[in-house]
């Protein structure tokens, strides 16, 4: 645990303080600061050099940039005190509401990538896109089955799984894409998809709907992956079950930019540890594929059920 008197020493700045309440609930980067903030670059960074010295802040490296975040290491005095400045700080206020603004930026930018390949998804080559793991995938399926599959993009695999299922949720942030989804359902005479507008950690899907929830490489899109696992938990009914396939953690840091990508794989014990943080028992994990191209990305497949209900 850092020094108490070197913390009071470096927080005693209030704009080190605005910046740590920021952190205390988004890891934002050198650029989101200045446009939240209004500082320069040197400002922040000068800031956040010395937040960090004192073991206040951490980074981690994402494409071109780094993405601070509260350290965990500042523990309760921290957290202490900062619950009290958040109301003696006059800009708390207009700083939350900045920060909702680049975050917007931050989904729409992502957005944008999936409208823009909208309708070629499918040719071209994506990342963990195999037949050969969503076909493990399917051998775990008992239908008939109410279905969410999030971050469902062009809907290939909604439309697959609609053969054996009761209903399908396609959910995807892409308004562009929930349109050719529909467009390609119709065109098949496929009437047990129900296409929706949403985020996967925000899901427009009532609690205890869904039998069986999926994430088909969708998960490494998300902001906040604990997040999307705890609405996952939600809209599933007990007894109910979650299935992801996605990528084991690498370092094509390419793919940030290429395919819009927020994480670069998860670990099997990361992704294990989120699933049981979420709520999920049972838990299962295994890699199931490997691309035979460069980079060669692996594929994971992690398997989890929520509590059934108990008996009276």
Same mark, same amino acid.
């Given at each position: 645990?850092?020094?108490?008197?070197?913390?009071?020493?470096?927080?005693?700045?209030?704009?080190?303080?605005?910046?740590?309440?920021?952190?205390?609930?988004?890891?934002?980067?050198?650029?989101?600061?200045?446009?939240?903030?209004?500082?320069?670059q040197?400002?922040?960074?000068?800031?956040?050099?010395?937040?960090?010295?004192?073991?206040?802040?951490?980074?981690r490296?994402?494409?071109?940039?780094?993405?601070?975040?509260?350290?965990?290491?500042?523990?309760?005095?921290?957290?202490?005190?900062?619950?009290?400045?958040?109301?003696?700080?006059?800009?708390?206020?207009?700083?939350?509401?900045?920060?909702?603004?680049?975050?917007?930026?931050?989904?729409?930018k992502?957005?944008?990538?999936?409208?823009s390949? &909208?309708?070629? !998804?499918?040719? #071209?080559?994506?990342? $963990?896109?195999?037949?050969k793991? *969503?076909?493990?995938? %399917?051998? @775990?399926?008992?239908?008939?089955?109410?279905?969410?599959?999030?971050?469902?993009?062009?809907?290939?695999?909604?439309?697959?799984l609609?053969?054996?299922?009761?209903?399908?949720?396609?959910?995807?942030?892409?308004?562009?894409?929930?349109?050719?989804?529909?467009?390609?359902?119709?065109?098949?005479?496929?009437?047990?998809?129900?296409?929706?507008?949403?985020?996967?950690?925000?899901?427009?899907?009532?609690?205890?709907e869904?039998?069986?929830?999926?994430?088909?490489?969708?998960?490494?899109?998300?902001?906040?992956?604990?997040?999307?696992?705890?609405?996952?938990?939600?809209?599933?009914?007990?007894?109910?079950r979650?299935?992801?396939?996605?990528?084991?953690?690498?370092?094509?840091?390419? &793919?940030?930019? !290429?395919?819009? #990508?927020?994480?670069? $794989?998860?670990?099997?014990?990361? *992704?294990?540890?989120? %699933?049981? @943080?979420?709520?999920?028992?049972?838990?299962?994990?295994?890699?199931?594929d490997?691309?035979?191209?460069?980079?060669?990305?692996?594929?994971?497949?992690?398997?989890?059920?929520?509590?059934r209900?108990?008996?009276?």
């Amino acid at each position: 645990m850092p020094s108490i008197v070197k913390t009071l020493k470096v927080i005693a700045d209030p704009n080190r303080l605005r910046i740590l309440l920021l952190l205390k609930s988004e890891e934002l980067s050198v650029a989101e600061l200045q446009e939240i903030l209004a500082m320069g670059q040197s400002t922040i960074s000068t800031h956040l050099s010395q937040l960090k010295q004192a073991g206040l802040v951490e980074d981690r490296r994402t494409g071109k940039n780094n993405l601070y975040r509260l350290a965990a290491a500042g523990g309760a005095p921290l957290e202490e005190i900062l619950g009290d400045a958040q109301d003696e700080i006059p800009e708390t206020g207009d700083d939350r509401a900045a920060m909702r603004r680049v975050l917007k930026k931050r989904r729409d930018k992502t957005r944008a990538f999936f409208d823009s390949v &909208a309708g070629r !998804l499918g040719k #071209d080559y994506v990342p $963990g896109k195999s037949w050969k793991s *969503l076909a493990e995938a %399917l051998l @775990k399926l008992i239908p008939p089955l109410v279905i969410a599959d999030l971050g469902a993009g062009e809907g290939a695999f909604a439309l697959l799984l609609a053969q054996r299922a009761k209903k399908v949720i396609a959910v995807d942030t892409s308004a562009k894409m929930i349109e050719v989804a529909r467009e390609q359902a119709q065109r098949n005479g496929i009437k047990n998809v129900d296409y929706r507008l949403g985020d996967m950690e925000e899901l427009p899907i009532v609690d205890g709907e869904v039998d069986l929830v999926f994430f088909s490489q969708s998960l490494h899109h998300a902001m906040h992956p604990e997040r999307a696992l705890e609405e996952a938990r939600r809209i599933l009914a007990p007894g109910g079950r979650v299935v992801i396939l996605d990528l084991v953690k690498h370092r094509f840091e390419e &793919a940030r930019e !290429l395919y819009a #990508d927020e994480w670069l $794989g998860f670990g099997e014990a990361e *992704l294990e540890s989120m %699933l049981e @943080k979420a709520g999920f028992t049972g838990v299962e994990i295994s890699m199931v594929d490997k691309s035979p191209q460069s980079p060669h990305f692996q594929t994971l497949l992690a398997v989890g059920e929520t509590p059934r209900a108990a008996h009276l």
